[in-house]
């Protein structure tokens, strides 16, 4: 897979994409994250990306040729042809169906805006889809495009070391994770349940899939009661003991 960032910060999140399993997977050649600075194809003296609004108003809107410049040219850099994604809170929400999706493309390009908004011919002429990571407002969309470029990769075959733990994760079956527990046994007066202590096997999975469903229930009703539809096999053999 290849995934291309269009920013006006790359060097603010570079980094980010080096570390850790992004970093990891680059290195195993299972995805390659480039960043482009977006103001490189800005064409007057000053560089310019952005200008005020038509009709008055505050602020400052990114403007299209430079962003039309920057996509048509990091595009043809690749023979696959990209998935447009513009970061924005106007776009639908992101979650892991949408990871999963992305997932299986075989390159994705992601446009990172910053200040008031995007010219709206940006959208029209280069009909990217828009994704938001949640109902709150950024500086910009880099934060954003971290947020989606990290729920990818980590689904990419081979880029997290145990397959399970991918499984077994919050919300790859619509259940936020049961609790987790290392060494010491105690600390400072805090035990671990003894059933992980118990070795145990078919003990320790019911009991994980107690706590999952009792901290979905608490948690988030809105996803246990999408569980009732989806996964009512889990609710019906494990949640009897999660009701406490
Ligand atoms: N840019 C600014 N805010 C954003 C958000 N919530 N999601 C995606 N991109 C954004």
Known sequence: MRIDVLTLFPGAIE???GASIIGRAQAAG???????????????????????????????????PVVFDAVEHVESLDTRSATRIL?????????QAVARELAGRQ???????????????????LRPREISVGDYVLSGGEAAAMVVVDAVVRLLPGAVGDEESIESESFSEGLLEY???????????????????????????????EQALKRTRQRRPDLYERLQSTRPDLLTSADEGSAS
């Open 87 to 95: 970061l924005t809170p106007q776009g639908e929400p992101f979650n």
């Open 30 to 64: 299972l995805v390659t994250v480039r960043c482009t600075n977006i103001r490189d194809y800005a064409t007057d003296s000053h560089r310019s990306v952005d200008d005020r609004p038509f009709g008055g108003g505050p602020g400052m809107v990114m403007m299209c």
């Open 15 to 17: 980094p980010f994409f």
């Open 179 to 209: 609790p987790q527990y290392t060494r010491p046994r105690e600390y400072r007066g805090l035990t671990v349940p003894e059933v992980l202590l118990s070795g145990d096997h078919a003990r320790i999975a019911r009991w994980r899939m």
């Open 107 to 125: 390159r994705l390009l992601l446009i990172c805006g910053h200040y008031e908004g995007f010219d709206e011919r940006i959208r029209e002429g």
